[in-house]
Structures are given as structure tokens and as C-alpha cells.
DNA sequence: TTCTCACCATGACGTGCGTCATATACACCT
DNA sequence: AGGTGTATATGACGCACGTCATGGTGAGAA
């Protein structure tokens, strides 16, 4: 048993039994890209781990467009925390990126855990806070110029997928915080300056060192 | 003894005599407008706890420009908590808002609390949900029009100061992610529209509702 | 093969807002 | 009273980037 919550490395220090009595409650979901794991607003009932795949967490502006807050990779785990923390609903949509395997678990039983596993409460404020970590550096880069988001975006993916991201330019522009048509502009800037090579719904960094400079530009005052 | 501990909401549920053991370590500090509690980037060794006043987080843009990335009240309590997870630098700088005072905890006292007294990481994570979601808000702010960010942060310096609330142009413009100048513009159009009013370093929100009305502005798609 | 539908690519145009420049007014100090 | 520094206010100008428009290309379906 246990099968699929003994492979998420979040819960390696939780006990054989206790993993045993959360089987009963968990249960492990496939989703294709493009659908949809939970809605920002309505009320947050489970806790979700990514077990494979991609999760991008987006939220509506007020004036509709949705942007992409934040992107949920298997060793990121956690998402639908709301859920946990007395809050009804959830602020934001989880989107899967990629074809994805998760592991719901009501957001009572999560409760549990980190009320009586010692330490489990702790591991999981530590994945907050680098999530937090990087959400400061989002919006510290908010008002920088769009070239500096992408290359932002673009090492982001590197970091999980390799050298080579499977992305397109729409998707890519969501998690930048511009549009597709901008994104190809600078893109094939940076292409006729042979730092990356692209085509259709891929692109490959050659210097990403280039793309690491743009964001160390001025280290002013 | 353990005087200022004790006031600290988040420290209710300790017991006394740890109370007493962490008031050994633990030391209380005042800090005047504008004075830094602590530095992005330096070694993160103390967690702050803030018993009165306000405190800005601050981080640096590539091009050296600083931006507020959220403001910690004594609600919100915590900051500096780098120093907890491991992480070895803070990663945004600390400058207190007002005149401030706070307490300062020893890295290692504060994981031993979050290791030892139940329900306190607790706390802690419910704490740091919602400035996570208030991130996430911002970020999905931030490529809305100025106007509304300034709206958005009128609205949540009135959450916690009532509804004339000390700020000039210049730390409001930081808050929204723009310049002075655009400040004053667009807040001296709200006062000709008569929603505020305003004098030398502080501001009156007259119809919150009008600028609450800017946030849920195109409920789309 | 051809049809269709994403995705990629590039041009033209307008504008929100950053930037610079200049002026007035209030607070505080000596 | 006068001097100095910071806050408020407004105008002029330019550019990055959003928006709209048009066309090309590869992939999968019938």
C-alpha cells in the first residue's frame, strides 16, 4: 500500500502507519495540461502535493486578465494551502502546465499532520518560505523592464526542465507578466544574438549566462 | 520579568517559564523613522518580532532601485525569518516606517519554540498564508494602472491606520511601485474628484468605497 | 492532399507613465 | 526673521510596451 504518498519526499519522515490510515483519505489524480485542480474563490477543501508535472497558480487581475503568480514543480509540492490555514476559499486557480500527478488530501487530515508529526509543520514553513523568497523577487521585478522578466522566467525554467523548456511564447509571456507578441519581439532579439534557439513550443538556452547578467545589471547605490 | 514577551500576541500560548528562558536571549529594541532593523543580503541571525510601529521590506531591484515589497504590522508581526529555515542572508532589508519597536529572537530560540511548543509552527504558517496572499495580490496588482495600485495601497494603509493615514507621496509611491511625481498626479485628481484629502505627510480617505471600486473594476472572463 | 488551428513573426500606432525641470509652501532650526 | 531641507504641485517630452492588424508555418485531422 501507501503506494503513491510513500513517493513524495515531503512525507519521508511521517510514519509507516500513519501513512497507512492518510491512504484512506488521499487519493491520487491525473491531470492533463490545461485542466484545472482547483479555483481561485471557491472554498478550499484539500491540500494538493504534486507528484509529476507542472502547476502554474494564477489569479485574475481586477480588470480580468489572468496572471500567473507562481509555478508549482514536484520538489515545490505544496499548493491549495488555503485549505489548511482556516481560509474558505482559495486566492488563486491551480492550472496544470504539464501533463501532472497529484495527491489530494483534505485539508483536515493535512491539520492533523502538522499538529502531532513533529517537524512536519516545520519542513513545510520551510517550502513557504523559499516560495515567499521567490515572490519578493516577482514583485521586486515587477517594474523592471520586460527583457529582464523573461530572461527571469526563462532561468526559472531552466532550473526544472534543463536547458531545454518546453514552453510556448503565450505561456511563457503569462508567467512574465506581458503579452505573446512582446515576448517574441525580445525573444528573437535574443535569438539573432545567438543566446537562445526556439521553435514551436520549445526553447533552448545556449547562454544563459547572458540572461544571469541582464539580472545582475546595476548594483547601484 | 518577561515584560515585552508577554505582549507579543503570537507568544500567548507559551508558557511562562519558556517565556522566561527565551527573555535571556531575546532583547528588546526601539528604532526611530527610517532606521534599519536589518540588511538584504547580510547573514540572517535574529528573527524580529514587531510589538509597535510599522516596518517596511525592502528589496532591490536589478537597476538598484529599492521597492517595498510588503509592510509588516504588529499584526503581522514577524519578519527576518530567513534566520529560521536555514537560509543564510535575508533576503529583502528592514526599515522601520514609523518609530518602532521590536523584539529581537535568536535564530536558534525561535526554531527551538517552533521545534517544541505544539501548534506554535502553527501559528507561524497562518501568519506567513496570508502575507503570502497579500503577495500574490500585489502581483497580480502589478501590472494593473498606477491608479489602482496607489488605490490598493490607500486601502491597506487604512486597514491598519483608520482613515487618515500618515504617508507622503514619496513611501506611498514606493508602496505602489511608482514615482512621486505619478503620485501626486493621480492623488490630486482623487482630491479634485473629492474621494481624499490631503496635507504634508498624511492623507484622508474620504470615499474608500470609490477606491475599492477601482479594485473590482472589470469582474471579465 | 487540403483544411484547420495553434504558434510564430513583424509592422504601425497610441499612450501610460517615467524622467527632468521648475515653482511654491510648510516645518524646523539658529 | 531668514535660511535650509523636504513635501507638494504641474508642465513638457520621450519611450517602452500594449494593442490591433496581417501574414507565414508546421502539425494533426479527414
Redesign the interface.
Known amino acids: 500500500m501507501k503506494s503513491f504518498l510513500i513517493r513524495i519526499p515531503l512525507f519521508r519522515a511521517i510514519s509507516p502507519t500513519r501513512l497507512d490510515a492518510l491512504e484512506t483519505s488521499a487519493e491520487l489524480r491525473r491531470f492533463r495540461k490545461g485542466e484545472i485542480l482547483f479555483k481561485e474563490g471557491l472554498p478550499a477543501e484539500s491540500v494538493w502535493l504534486i507528484q509529476r508535472g507542472w502547476v502554474y497558480?494564477v489569479?485574475?487581475?481586477?480588470?480580468?486578465?489572468p496572471?500567473t503568480?507562481?509555478t508549482v514543480t514536484p520538489e515545490e509540492v505544496l499548493c491549495g494551502?488555503?485549505a489548511?490555514?482556516?481560509?474558505s476559499a482559495y486566492?488563486?486557480s491551480a492550472v496544470a502546465a504539464t501533463d501532472t500527478t497529484a495527491v489530494r488530501v483534505p485539508h483536515a487530515d493535512f491539520?492533523r499532520l502538522?499538529?502531532?508529526q513533529?517537524?512536519f509543520?516545520?519542513e513545510?514553513?520551510?517550502i513557504?518560505?523559499?516560495?515567499?523568497?521567490h515572490?519578493?523577487?516577482?514583485?521586486?521585478?515587477?517594474?523592471?523592464p520586460v527583457e529582464?522578466r523573461l530572461a527571469y522566467a526563462l532561468l526559472r525554467l531552466r532550473a526544472t526542465f534543463g536547458k531545454t523548456v518546453p514552453i510556448t511564447h503565450h505561456e511563457l509571456s503569462h508567467m512574465a507578466?506581458t503579452r505573446w507578441e512582446t515576448s517574441i519581439r525580445i525573444l528573437s532579439a535574443m535569438k539573432r544574438k545567438g543566446w537562445i534557439i526556439s521553435s514551436r513550443g520549445k526553447m533552448t538556452l545556449l547562454l544563459p549566462r547572458k540572461l544571469r547578467a541582464?539580472?545582475?545589471?546595476?548594483?547601484?547605490?
Chains 1, 2 share one sequence.
Open positions: 497558480l489569479k485574475r487581475t481586477p480588470q480580468g486578465t496572471v503568480i507562481f494551502f488555503s489548511v490555514v482556516g481560509q486566492y488563486a491539520a502538522l499538529r502531532d513533529p517537524g509543520a516545520e513545510v514553513l520551510a513557504y518560505h523559499t516560495r515567499m523568497r515572490l519578493a523577487e516577482a514583485i521586486s521585478l515587477a517594474q523592471a529582464q507578466g541582464l539580472l545582475d545589471a546595476h548594483p547601484a547605490g
